[in-house]
């Protein structure tokens, strides 16, 4: 039963990071920079083209379509 502070923890993780995402992007416009901690922390606005580390597939519908596809089976 002790494994189960892992997934919460886990959840928890990607829950943090999936709402400061939105929040971001909705918030934010491509480009701009934000100072959190002087120079030290920034965020700074981009979009990934690609998926994992900017691996790019080329696709005719991008890359939503082909992870769809990959898990679709």
Not at 7 to 28: A, E
Not at 34 to 53: C, K, M, Q, S, T
Request: proline share 1%; net charge negative; charged share 15%.
């Amino acid at each position: 039963m002790e494994h189960i502070k892992y997934y919460i923890l886990s959840l928890l993780i990607v829950l943090v990071d999936q709402i400061s995402k939105l929040l971001i992007h909705l918030n934010m416009h491509l480009g701009q920079e934000i100072e959190v901690i002087g120079d030290w922390f920034r965020l700074h606005y981009v979009l990934n083209p690609g998926i994992a580390f900017g691996i790019q597939f080329d696709f005719l519908y991008g890359k939503r379509d082909c992870l769809l596809s990959l898990f679709s089976c």
